[in-house]
Each structure stands twice: as structure tokens, then as C-alpha cells.
């Protein structure tokens, strides 16, 4: 009995531990590339209106339109993560991952659900 209690009470300890080892790896590794301050937001939205509007604003070699509803609900019928794989190794005229190889799986999947909010959120056309 004693030794449950024991058991409960390191639980949040460990996990506390766990945190601040993670804090120091992210200061660690920001300290060591301080160059990277500049691409740090990266953030879904600054994501794609850096890179991904290029292609995606205009349609240029056919690229789903950010607005439009129809293009990227066919393409997502087949899920974010089937979306996201055909990107993330490139795709017919999209270069891998859109050309930005630094972006994570996570932050390349973030900027393709940002694209496809916006695609429906936009009025069908009609
Ligand atoms: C150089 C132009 C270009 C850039 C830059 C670009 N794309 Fe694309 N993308 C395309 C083209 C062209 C297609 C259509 C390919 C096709 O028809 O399968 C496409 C298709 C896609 C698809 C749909 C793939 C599918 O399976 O239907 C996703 C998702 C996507 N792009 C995400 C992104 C994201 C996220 C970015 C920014 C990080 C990005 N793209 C940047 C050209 C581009």
C-alpha cells in the first residue's frame, strides 16, 4: 500500500524532470543556431505565405488554388495524412515538401491544413 503512494507520488516528479530537460535542449539548440531567429516564425499562416502562396495563390502549374473549395476537398477526401505524404515527397509540378526541406512533418502539415481551411471557408463557386 505504502509503496503505491510512493509509486503516484514520483510520477509527477518524473514527469517535471522530463520538462526541464526539454527546456534545456530548446535553449541549448537555440543558442546554437542563432541564425535560425530569423525563419523563426513559422507558423502555418507565415509558412504559406511565404513559400506555399507561390504556387498555390496563382494555381501555377495547376496547383490547388488557396480559394479553391472544390480542388482541395476531391484532394482531401482522401485524408490529411494521404495529402500530406504526396507532399511531403513531392508531387507531380510540387517540389518536395514545397521546397521548404527545413519545415517538419508537423509544421508542413499545419501549413496544408491552413490552405485548406481557407479553400473551404471560401463560398462554393456557382
Ligand atoms: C513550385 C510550386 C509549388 C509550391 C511552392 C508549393 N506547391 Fe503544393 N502543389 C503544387 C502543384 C503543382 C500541386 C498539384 C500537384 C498535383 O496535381 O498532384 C500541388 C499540390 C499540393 C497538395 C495536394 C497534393 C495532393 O495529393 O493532391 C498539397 C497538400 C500541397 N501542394 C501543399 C503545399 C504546401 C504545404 C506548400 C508550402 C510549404 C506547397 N504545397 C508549396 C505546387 C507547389
Redesign the pocket.
Known amino acids: 500500500m505504502k509503496s503505491k503512494i510512493v509509486m503516484l507520488l514520483a510520477i509527477p516528479f518524473a514527469i517535471g524532470a522530463g520538462t526541464v530537460q526539454a527546456a534545456e535542449k530548446a535553449a541549448e539548440t537555440a543558442a546554437a543556431a542563432p541564425a535560425a531567429a530569423a525563419a523563426s516564425d513559422r507558423s502555418a499562416e507565415s509558412?504559406?505565405n511565404a513559400?506555399?502562396?507561390?504556387?498555390?495563390g496563382s494555381g501555377?502549374?495547376?496547383?490547388?488554388r488557396i480559394d479553391d473549395r472544390e480542388d482541395?476537398t476531391k484532394?482531401a477526401s482522401?485524408g490529411l495524412d494521404?495529402?500530406?505524404l504526396?507532399?511531403i515527397r513531392g508531387?507531380?509540378?510540387?517540389?518536395a515538401?514545397?521546397?521548404?526541406a527545413d519545415?517538419t512533418d508537423a509544421e508542413?502539415?499545419n501549413?496544408?491544413f491552413?490552405?485548406?481551411t481557407k479553400a473551404v471557408s471560401t463560398p462554393a463557386k456557382k
Open positions: 509558412v504559406v513559400k506555399c502562396i507561390e504556387c498555390h501555377k502549374k495547376h496547383a490547388p482541395w484532394r482522401k494521404a495529402l500530406a504526396g507532399a508531387h507531380h509540378g510540387m517540389p515538401r514545397g521546397g521548404r519545415l508542413f502539415k501549413a496544408i491552413y490552405m485548406f
